[in-house]
């Protein structure tokens, strides 16, 4: 067996590794799935050990199959996670995942006061219920035990490293997430920590996203098959990782991801700044940013759809075959049905976690086929919203890097290709986040990156009869948000 790499991608509702060669050709993949628990309105929680059981899991299989450990293993991970944990890095509670939005009060308070637009530009991440800023206060004002019991606050890629080597580290992407550090001076922002209620003590040491460690814990060893040898580079955060797997490093070209949520993002040498819209600007590396907006409602819409709208308790590849043919029915802008995709509230760039989805201008001729097209039109008007902003702030942006799982979609990519009004590029069909991940450990092995192949992209142009229609249709889509605004907070402060 020839000497690889292993790029492994913690994600929300998964763990996916992907093995490749040392010319950037992935030959292997293994995933392992784990649930998120929500036992009240709000909390989006999960059981770290099991999303450290499941990238255990990953390397055992891809080790298994392949006869031989990787040379070096590196890791993407999602952001905005928090894990109280004592002194042995054993969790005190469950972790608190990005969708979790118990903190959106403070998270409000805090956006509208005098300290907001610098707690901002300082940590480059948006003021959101998503953040662990956010989060650390509203655990110091109601689990006060636990809160001052805890050793450290942690995210779910700290976690696992501090179980692989022992130490509490994590790369300067993850930080950049938290809004509680200083992406200029690549340190902890006093400010925030104080805001927080902690010291810088209370976090893991941030290091640069090619950093290395080996020799692994005897434990993990045994139930993996790595060896003492076996390199880890620490890696970054998935949506910085995606941008370098997806080959996305000028600013007008930008990267386009669809998993549970969605993002776009493009890679500066500068953060772009936007308060309004909050763009967010995290560190690819200490030189670079990839400066964006993420949604919460993406694929988590269409399961959404499918449950309910054709009755299937859990999605399966029927289910999304069947859902695209009904789809392909009905034509570009759904006869005038508007959705708004806001079931768990919304990021980037509303930042408002009391809207709520819509269905609007209802008629006679509308059937289920028109509502399950207007949900994924919903969906892909939510990104054309960040990506119109993003471009307002940036620079135009040219071309779209895709990348998640709805890139094996035909129905699904037209359509934002025709929103958008933009050329797609699919440039990456392996998990682009795990590639990126690999990328970066090639960066820290010194070996060249490698290049998209010339002839291995597929593109997907605007229909440019639907791109029409749709630019008609999205001043209401945006409006509509705007008009309901005010009663989508009454009906959610009121319980409704």
């Not at 959106?104 to 800023?133: F, N």
């Not at 400066?291 to 819409?301: K, L």
């Not at 005010?486 to 009121?494: G, I, P």
């Amino acid at each position: 067996m020839q000497p690889y790499l292993l790029g492994v991608d913690i994600g929300t509702g998964s763990t996916k590794a992907v093995a490749v060669n040392f010319n950037g050709e992935a030959f292997d993949v293994a995933q392992h799935y784990y649930p998120v628990k929500n036992p009240q309105p709000g909390y989006s929680e999960q059981d770290p050990a099991l999303i450290l059981d499941a990238f255990i899991n990953c390397i055992a299989d891809i080790i298994k199959k392949t006869g031989a450990a990787p040379h070096t293993i590196s890791l993407s991970s999602a952001m905005h996670s928090i894990i109280p944990v004592d002194n042995a890095g054993n969790a005190l509670a469950d972790m608190m995942t990005w969708a979790d939005s118990r903190s959106e009060d403070i998270a409000e308070k805090l956006r509208d006061s005098m300290r907001g637009p610098g707690i901002y530009k300082t940590s480059g991440t948006p003021i959101h219920a998503m953040t662990p800023l956010c989060k650390l206060i509203w655990l110091r004002e109601n689990q006060q035990q636990l809160f001052n019991t805890a050793f450290k606050f942690i995210g779910i890629k700290e976690y696992i490293w501090f179980h692989l080597f022992g130490v509490f580290e994590l790369d300067y992407a993850i930080a950049s997430a938290t809004g509680l550090f200083d992406i200029i001076n690549l340190k902890w922002n006093a400010q925030a920590c104080d805001l927080a209620g902690i010291a810088a003590e209370k976090l893991s040491n941030p290091v640069n996203t090619t950093y290395k460690r080996s020799g692994v814990k005897n434990l993990i060893a045994q139930k993996t098959g790595l060896t003492a040898e076996t390199n880890f580079v620490i890696g970054a955060s998935d949506g910085c990782c995606a941008n370098l797997g997806s080959f996305v490093n000028t600013p007008d070209v930008a990267s386009l991801t669809i998993g549970t949520s969605g993002a776009v993002r493009i890679t500066n040498p500068q953060p772009v700044y936007d308060f309004g819209a909050m763009i967010f600007n995290y560190l690819l590396n200490q030189n670079t940013f990839v400066c964006g907006g993420a949604i919460n409602n993406g694929g988590i819409v269409l399961n959404w759809l499918i449950k309910n709208f054709l009755n299937k308790k859990q999605a399966g590849a029927a289910d999304y075959d069947e859902v695209f043919a009904k789809i392909n029915t009905v034509p570009a802008g759904s006869e005038g049905l508007i959705f708004l995709p806001y079931l768990y509230g919304e990021r980037a760039p509303l930042w408002d976690t009391k809207s709520c989805g819509t269905f609007f201008n209802i008629k006679q001729q509308h059937t289920q086929a028109h509502f399950l097209r207007a949900g994924l039109e919903g969906i892909c008007f939510a990104l054309n919203d960040v990506l119109q902003t993003l471009e307002k702030s940036s620079a135009p942006i040219n071309q779209l890097n895709i990348s998640g799982g709805f890139i094996t979609s035909p129905v699904w990519t037209q359509i934002l290709a025709d929103i958008t009004g933009k050329k797609l590029v699919i440039v990456q069909q392996e998990d682009a986040s795990a590639i990126g991940a690999v990328f970066l450990a090639m960066d820290a092995l010194g070996l060249p990156i490698p290049q998209p192949t010339a002839g291995a992209s597929e593109s997907i142009v605007p229909n440019q009869n639907n791109h029409q229609t749709y630019s008609n249709s999205f001043p209401v889509f945006k409006k509509l948000y705007i008009n309901l605004k005010e009663t989508m907070h009454w009906v959610h402060d009121a319980h409704i």
